[in-house]
C-alpha cells in the first residue's frame, strides 16, 4: 500500500464548495450542444437559450447541421460553462453538463408565443427577425441527468430537476 502525498491528503480533507447550479445557468447566455447526424458523426454547436419550468428552449435554424440532429431525436448533451474571462483556473472552470431530450414546439401555438416573447426578453429584438424565418424551428432541452463541477474535487450527480444528488468523487486525483 503506498502512502498518499501532501496534495493527494489535502484533497481528501477539502470541503467541496456548494453548489450553486442554477446561478450558473442565470448568468449562462448560450448553451453549448454536443449532437450526433444519423452516422454518429459528432457535430458540435451553441445556441442562446431560456430556461422555463425547468426546460431550455433555444430557436435554431435548419441551415445549422445540429438543427437537423437536434429534431430527429438523436443523443445530446448539452453544457453550460462559466466565461474564461471570469474563472479564476482556466482547468477547472465552472460547467454544468447534461444529458438531455428534445421535443419540436409548434411553430404559433401558445408555447411558442410565449417562448419566443421569453427568448426575446433576453436577448433582444434580433428574436424578432429569426421567429419570421421558417427554417428556424423552437426546440425544448429536457434534462435527464448530468454532473456540475464547480472547482477540483468538486463534482456532482445531478438530476433531471438539476438537483444535486451526490458528490461525484470516490477517488482523489493522483500526483507522480
Do not use: C
Request: aromatic share 8%; no cysteine.
Amino acid at each position: 500500500m503506498s502512502e498518499s502525498t501532501p496534495t493527494q491528503d489535502a484533497q481528501r480533507q477539502a470541503k467541496p464548495v456548494a453548489p450553486k447550479v442554477k446561478e450558473l445557468i442565470a448568468k449562462t447566455l448560450s448553451v453549448t450542444l454536443a449532437t450526433v447526424d444519423a452516422e454518429g458523426t459528432p457535430n458540435a454547436s451553441y445556441a442562446p437559450f431560456v430556461e422555463i419550468d425547468n426546460k431550455f428552449y433555444i430557436l435554431v435554424s435548419f441551415m445549422a447541421k445540429h438543427t437537423k440532429n437536434l429534431s430527429e431525436g438523436r443523443k445530446v448533451s448539452a453544457m453550460f460553462i462559466e466565461d474564461e474571462s471570469a474563472t479564476k483556473q482556466v482547468y477547472a472552470r465552472e460547467r454544468l453538463t447534461i444529458e438531455v431530450s428534445t421535443s419540436q414546439i409548434e411553430r404559433d401555438s401558445a408555447e411558442w408565443t410565449n417562448v419566443v416573447g421569453q427568448l426575446k426578453e433576453r436577448h433582444g429584438k434580433i428574436v424578432d427577425v429569426l421567429n419570421e424565418m421558417t427554417d428556424f424551428i423552437l426546440v425544448a432541452l429536457h434534462p435527464v441527468k448530468g454532473a456540475y463541477v464547480n472547482g477540483f474535487g468538486s463534482a456532482y450527480f445531478v438530476d433531471a430537476n438539476l438537483e444535486i444528488m451526490e458528490h461525484r468523487n470516490d477517488q482523489n486525483h493522483q500526483t507522480k
